[in-house]
């Protein structure tokens, strides 16, 4: 029973940076109807913005105030960045067919991955220790305060975004123009301006994810971000692509199914555990748990 | 009288044999190079049919490479070559159904891999082959008697310069004769609409299916090849970048188009040769490269006139 509770708790904290990256996808998906790929890498960089701030800025670390304020400076670079990657490579392919941005997206990963590789340098670097660190003991239960901190900071995020996309203006815009976008831009909406918007939101969250990410696992390189950001993408399908509940729930249950098996001696292939979901959802449920199927209309 | 492109592939073949009986003039390098080209042309053909002609867009041709060098692998060097040997056959006879194996290895994982993501419409299954491509590396890297992550090694060097082209002329001349038979006007017209084929009464899922499992059979025979070149494989070599150098190509030469592609497989192999000395800069030379072509030419760099529709006027 306390190992049970103890990998639920383990899982819960994965599954909240999984949802965290996840939600970006479905946004994107969302208003332009494609997969960002170049999500995961943003994801990275919150993580390298993050270790730069605290060896390089020298950002006094090691109480709250310090990491939350990384971790602020990780979201709004990396907002910047995804604002640019849109403006720069996805904007001029708007009225291109999808495969084209599609490529461009895989473009825009590979050069972020490899810029990254020669600017950071390819071998892995140890993330520093942001926020305080205590051990908590119930009973038999041990969870680390970096645990709980990524699952408060997550749902603290998640509300901020439910109340972004539901109660201001510019959320609504949002929702319109994932409704129709044609419509939303005949009714007075800045389709572009929101369009910008949504990546800057998305990609603020891969960052606030980098960041927790590399808490838990303090071991950073340039490519970290392809693994967690499949398995996002697959959290995305699973709870429903353009759903953000749906995302919320599939990054927590990707997380809990990993974190099992990785539990019962089949660690070594609990990376294939996603794709076999992955598989499983593409036959049975295509729109996803919490996803409504749409038909295309001529 | 046979058909003209029968006659062209007949020649090829020949010209493969008289070339390759010579070939042990050719400096060894450059011979490993040109080998390499034509691996490269089966792989960028193949992936054409799928990501060109049909529309559709796979991310996990290294995959399915690893899955026929495996297979391949397995038979001449692995536990399969108990029953090489038994057969008492010389090598260069059993070689050609040892990369036959591999092909079909590879379309029977490609079958699995494709039909549950080929029905759906968009781009699942973009990302379904790359995590196959992800994937297919952790089950290699996990499996003790294929070498695990230490990779095959002590592989014959059957690959020969006949056996390499030879087969390339056929990836080529079956691209080319599929394209235009029944089968290719499906897939031209699941490429330029897909609902529209749909309304038509095409199943398109079917023809999206087959262009998938023939490719990745040629792609499954191409890493057959390259494990009877090189003579050594391990998981990490059929990585995504691998898989990304053979879109490149594919979207270099035009997507749906036949000589573009070869020229571009040239173009690049020799170029990334000659970029070796650079080492991971070549990978940011190479997406740097995709961004900019589809910003600027879409339809590759070797193409004049507009794309093969599945009806034309």
């Known amino acids: 029973m306390i190992e049970f509770l103890q990998q639920l708790i383990n899982g819960i904290s994965l599954g909240a940076i999984y949802a965290l990256i996840a939600l970006g996808y479905t946004m994107v998906y969302g208003v332009l109807r494609f997969i960002n790929f170049a999500h995961s890498d943003v994801f990275m960089l919150g993580a390298f913005v993050g270790y730069y701030a605290v060896k390089k800025l020298g950002v006094p670390v090691g109480g709250l105030a310090g990491g939350l304020l990384v971790l602020c400076l990780a979201m709004s670079i990396c907002a910047i960045v995804g604002i640019l990657i849109e403006r720069l490579a996805y904007r001029p392919l708007r009225s291109r067919p999808t495969l084209s941005v599609l490529i461009t997206a895989i473009g825009v990963s590979l050069l972020l991955q490899n810029l990254g590789q020669s600017v950071f340098g390819a071998n892995p670097k140890a993330f520093p220790r942001l926020f305080p660190e205590t051990n908590l003991h119930l009973g038999q239960l041990s969870i680390t305060s970096n645990q709980l901190l990524v699952i408060a900071v997550s749902l603290v995020l998640l509300a901020g975004l439910h109340f972004i996309v539901h109660r201001t203006k510019t959320g609504t815009a949002m929702r319109a123009l994932s409704f129709n976008a044609t419509a939303s831009s005949l009714v007075g909406i800045n389709n572009d301006r929101i369009i910008s918007f949504t990546f800057g939101l998305g990609s603020a969250l891969a960052g606030a994810g980098g960041i927790l990410y590399a808490m838990n696992y303090p071991s950073i390189d340039p490519l970290m971000g392809t693994m967690p950001g499949l398995k996002a993408f697959v959290a995305a399908v699973l709870g429903g692509v353009g759903s953000l509940p749906g995302a919320a729930l599939g990054g927590l249950l990707i997380g809990l199914i990993e974190t099992f098996v990785a539990g019962t001696g089949w660690s070594t292939y609990r990376d294939a555990v996603a794709f076999a979901i992955l598989i499983l959802i593409l036959l049975l449920r295509p729109a996803g748990l919490l996803g409504k199927s749409r038909s295309d209309k001529v | ?313």
């Not at chain 2, 391949?72 to 399969?80: K, M, R, S, V, Y």
């Not at chain 2, 084929?197 to 023939?214: C, D, H, P, Q, S």
């Open chain 2, 1 to 313: 009288m046979l058909p003209r492109s029968q006659i062209v592939l007949l020649i090829s073949l020949i010209t493969a044999g008289i070339i390759s009986a010579s070939s042990s003039r050719i400096d060894d390098y450059i011979l490993d190079v040109i080998l390499g080209i034509g691996i490269n042309i089966i792989l960028a053909v193949s992936l054409n049919l799928i990501n060109g002609f049909t529309g559709q867009f796979s991310l996990g041709h290294a995959g399915f490479m690893a899955v026929g060098a495996y297979a391949a692998g397995t038979l001449t060097t692995g536990p399969g070559k108990v029953w090489f040997d038994a057969s008492g056959a010389s090598p260069a006879l059993l070689f050609p159904f040892v990369l036959f194996a591999g092909g079909l290895t590879a379309a029977v994982v490609g079958l699995a891999v494709g039909a549950p993501s080929l029905r759906l419409k968009g781009d699942y299954l973009a990302i379904v082959t790359l995590g196959f491509g992800e994937i297919i590396k952790v089950i290699l890297q996990n499996i003790e008697w294929l070498g695990g992550s230490r990779g095959m090694v002590g592989i014959p060097s059957y690959t020969s310069f006949f056996w390499c082209f030879g087969a390339a002329a056929v990836t080529i001349y079956a691209a080319w004769a599929l394209v235009n038979s029944t089968l290719g006007r499906g897939f031209l017209a699941v490429a330029d609409d897909e609902i529209a084929a749909e309304a038509m009464g095409l199943n398109t899922t079917r023809y999206k299916i087959i262009a998938f499992v023939t490719g990745a059979f040629f792609a499954g025979i191409a890493g057959g090849l390259y494990a009877h070149l090189k003579g050594y494989i391990s998981p990490a070599g059929f990585d995504f970048n691998k898989s990304i150098e053979i879109v490149v190509m594919v979207i270099l030469g035009g997507m749906g188009r036949h000589v573009g592609v070869v020229i571009a497989v040239v173009l690049l192999t020799v170029l990334s040769e000659k970029l070796r000395d650079f080492g991971d800069k070549r990978m940011i030379v190479y997406s740097a490269l995709l961004i900019l072509l589809m910003l600027t030419r879409p339809q590759g760099l070797f193409t004049w006139k507009p794309a093969r529709k599945a009806i034309t006027g």
